[in-house]
């Protein structure tokens, strides 16, 4: 097994990897700083995906009060304050920086002010954007950027542990596969950051980057760490519904589209959101999405069992214009966005939760970061469309400048690994190539089956029964199943079969999670308990891969900033 | 539910290798990124090919598809199927790593050589800056700025073919878009940097601008570098 030694490794180049890494060398350019990336540097993982755009209280007219409130509301009372906070304060500065810095050029106003365009849940129109690819804008730039400064890059190059040092006391290293030869390859760091990006992709119809596996959160939950809110799934209302064989079913049409004044129908084609929410189509997704599959079960569906969007009540050239990405999209699969019924479904898009994380970004392993999906506590029980970017450029430019801080207050020894548990780790990942062939794919639409019908976006007690139940047995046929394949240069079944180990072993947190919330909030609906319960004694649930199991608890949130009927905006204030 | 049979003859191994036939169905709404997928699900799981996003946003699924390069994540296998057959081969002008993965390093070599990043200057501005959509050079940025780097154009082209030291149509694309931030502190020596070896080794022969799966036109950002480049040497500023 080839070593490596580095300063600071960096485990994915999204928002969060890309800004960690030029903060902590722009801060220490001595340093040595490498990052690692299961695809191509910024190509592969989600924040290049974003096409709605980057929530920030620029505008005089809105504040970060209002940004925070929005925030909290919509993560009903569960996220970390303190966290919340930061990114609201931060968001301003680091937006600012993108464009001045980096060179993104958001949208402006015809007065030249930067545009900002309305988002469900929001109550000021504080969404900035780059057309309908503000992703490719963010990720282009950023990438640009490291890529003219001496960053070392080990692209496809999959983690696969986080391995301890000696003592057990912090994070020595990270063992990854270069996958271009199946080599297995020992990354030596005095600090890591973890930036893979969450991506619930277990589920039948999921939005995420096809490259995504929760590879991050099983990488923590096998190294003891806690993680929290992990019953919390996004369901985004309108994934794309075209066949069961082509990987364009579940993509995401953005939120745009209600924003701005579409309509959702049913197969009878008439508008239904008015039943369910005053906000109609703008409601929060959890919300809408709710709405959507309550159509489904009653049978109110299109022909292939979703619902239709219709953005008729605008002009079509306006939105070949504005959403020129989706209607190009949707063309490609034989739908006219601007003009015509498009079938969507809900579908899995984003998890609230992760891995706990303190303020810059720390957590319960020493030497080891954490930022943008992967870490829980911003959003809550419902993440606001336009804080995910948010939150993983604010976080990973933070994690950069701590890390590069804590390493400048060292005396630069390296920590000795813990050679068993590396030895352990390296055996794990070659286990498949001992194994006789196997039908993954079978596994895998299984495990997409199983996630959607009984920890979806409706549960009860009696359906993630049998989700666990599922995922034993799923479990043990990944485990007796090989790859048909001994190569390991560029296997990608080798791969598949390390992305359903990983999701298996996240979605039995999701499970464990959403077993433990007996109330419904933001994304998580328990049909046996429906009510949100008391807010005043809110919870968020922590869970924790031990010796025997899967461990859940249930932990205060502490109402460090402002309580459950209180405000923090100005006005409301007053009007209390 | 089938809507048609293909031939699929897929290239195998490295830069070194041989073409190998499926015969597969199809359907109607299948891309070409859902038919590699189906022969590694069900037929071949040594069948290596890249792919992220699946929605033509990150381009890392760009192939050669019967002779010419293309995103196989918006290509319906109905649009290209030709007497019952379609080629799939790694994009052409880059190294081949297995199968139908090209390494792409090359390519984003070339787009830093070719100073392919905004450049904040000294003293980074404090405010954003007012320029609107209507400023003719933002217009030019606007233009050609949502390049995704996916290579179509680059393995189209018969000048990187013939050329080592060409740094081809996606990163001149991009420092022309730089060349018009009025923004960007990088002034003439971005123009010396994307001159020889860059925009005046140009045949004009357009197949990046026919080939682009987003539209953009390389060929007409490349002709604006020239100008600029030729302007800028007969004042003596390169």
């Known amino acids: 097994m080839e070593r490596l030694q580095t300063d600071i490794l960096i485990l994915g180049t999204g928002g969060a990897g890309l800004l960690a890494a030029l903060h902590a060398f722009d801060a220490d350019s001595t340093l040595d700083i490498t990052l690692a990336v299961k695809g191509l540097m910024g190509k592969c993982g989600c924040t290049r995906m974003v096409q709605g755009g980057y929530n920030v209280a620029i505008d005089p007219r809105d504040s970060i009060e209002r940004h925070f409130m929005d925030t909290i509301r919509g993560g009903s009372w569960l996220p970390n304050q303190d966290l919340a906070w930061r990114l609201v304060t931060s968001a301003p500065a680091r937006v600012l920086e993108l464009e001045n810095q980096h060179g993104c050029f958001f949208d402006r106003n015809p007065d030249g002010s930067v545009h900002g365009k309305p988002f469900a849940g929001q109550t000021f129109d504080r969404t900035i954007h780059k057309g309908d690819q503000t992703g490719i804008e963010i990720i282009n730039r950023l990438m640009e950027q490291t890529l003219a400064r001496p960053i070392r890059r080990l692209e496809e190059h999959r983690a696969v542990s986080l391995v301890p040092s000696a003592d057990g006391a912090r994070i020595a290293g990270v063992l990854l596969v270069e996958m271009a030869s199946g080599a297995l390859r020992y990354v030596e760091a005095r600090a890591v950051l973890l930036a893979t990006g969450g991506g619930p992709t277990m589920y039948r119809y999921h939005t995420p980057s096809g490259d995504k596996a929760c590879d991050g959160m099983a990488m923590a939950l096998r190294a ?61 997704r959890d919300l809408v999405s709710r709405a959507i599959y309550d159509q489904i079960r009653r049978g109110h569906t299109t022909p292939a069992g979703g619902v239709y969007i219709s953005m008729k009540p605008l002009d079509p050239a306006d939105v070949r214009r504005q959403f020129k990405g989706m209607v190009e999209r949707c063309a490609d699969v034989g739908f006219d966005l601007a ?32 930022a943008g999906e992967d870490a829980g506590g911003v959003h809550g029980s419902n993440r606001l469309g336009g804080n995910g970017v948010a939150n993983s450029t604010v976080y990973g430019g933070i994690a950069g400048e701590v890390m590069a801080a804590a390493l400048r207050g060292e005396d630069g020894a390296r920590t000795a690994t813990d050679e068993a548990a590396l030895a352990a780790a390296a055996e794990r990942v070659l286990y498949p190539f001992g194994q006789p062939a196997g039908d993954l794919n079978e596994i895998r639409l299984g495990l997409l089956d199983l996630m959607w019908d009984e920890a979806g976006i409706i549960r009860d007690a009696d359906s993630l029964a049998r989700a666990a139940a599922g995922l034993a047995e799923l479990r043990g046929r990944l485990e007796a199943s090989g790859l048909g394949d001994q190569n390991p240069a560029f296997n990608l079944t080798w791969h598949d079969w390390l992305n359903l180990d990983s999701q298996l072993e996240v979605s039995g947190a999701i499970v464990a999670a959403a077993l433990a919330r007996e109330n419904s909030r933001g994304a998580h609906f328990r049909e046996d308990f429906p009510e949100e319960g008391a807010l005043e004694t809110s919870a968020y649930t922590r869970v924790c891969l031990a010796a025997g199991g899967l461990e859940t608890e249930s932990v205060p949130v502490a109402f460090t900033r402002v309580r459950p009927g209180e405000s923090l905006i100005p006005e409301e204030m007053v009007a209390e | 539910m089938a809507s048609g049979e293909v031939t699929a003859r897929i290239w195998r191994g490295g830069t070194e290798g041989h073409f190998q036939e499926f015969r597969l169905g199809y359907r109607h709404d299948q891309t070409v990124l859902d038919l590699v997928t189906e022969v590694q699900r069900r037929h071949d799981p040594s069948l290596a090919y890249r792919f992220a996003c699946r929605v033509g946003m990150c381009g890392s699924c760009a192939m050669t598809v019967s002779g010419r390069p293309r995103w196989t994540c918006r290509t319906l296998v109905a649009d290209v199927v030709d007497k019952g057959a379609v080629t799939l081969a790694p994009l052409t002008n880059l190294p081949v790593i297995r199968d139908l993965v090209a390494d792409m390093t090359p390519f984003f070599e070339k787009w830093r050589k070719a100073g392919g990043r905004f450049e904040a200057g000294e003293t980074p501005a404090e405010a954003f800056s007012t320029i609107t959509h209507d400023d003719p050079a933002r217009r030019a940025v606007d233009a050609g700025i949502e390049c995704i780097n996916c290579g179509v154009c680059y393995a189209a082209c018969d000048v990187v073919r013939m050329r080592d030291d060409y740094v081809g149509p996606a990163a001149l694309n991009r420092a022309w878009t730089l060349v018009n931030d009025a923004r960007d502190a990088g002034g003439p020596a971005r123009l010396a940097q994307v001159a020889e070896g860059g925009c005046l080794a140009c045949h004009t022969r357009q197949r990046c601008a026919q080939y682009c799966p987003k539209g953009l036109n390389p060929t007409e950002a490349i002709a604006g570098l020239k100008r600029r480049v030729t302007a800028a040497a007969l004042k003596g500023e390169l």
């Open chain 1, 339 to 370: 003009a015509g019924l498009v079938e969507v479904v809900p579908t899995a898009h984003y998890m609230m939760g992760g891995i706990e994380v303190g303020l810059d970004c720390e957590t319960g392993l020493a030497g080891l970061y954490c």
């Open chain 1, 224 to 284: 003891g760490l806690p993680l929290r809110d992990m019953e919390m799934v996004q369901f985004h209302p309108t994934g794309l519904l075209a066949g069961e064989d082509t990987r364009l079913t579940g993509t995401v049409l953005e939120e745009g589209l209600r924003g701005s004044g579409g309509h959702l129908l049913n197969g009878a084609e008439e508008r239904f959101m008015l039943d369910y929410d005053p906000r109609a189509e703008r409601a929060t």
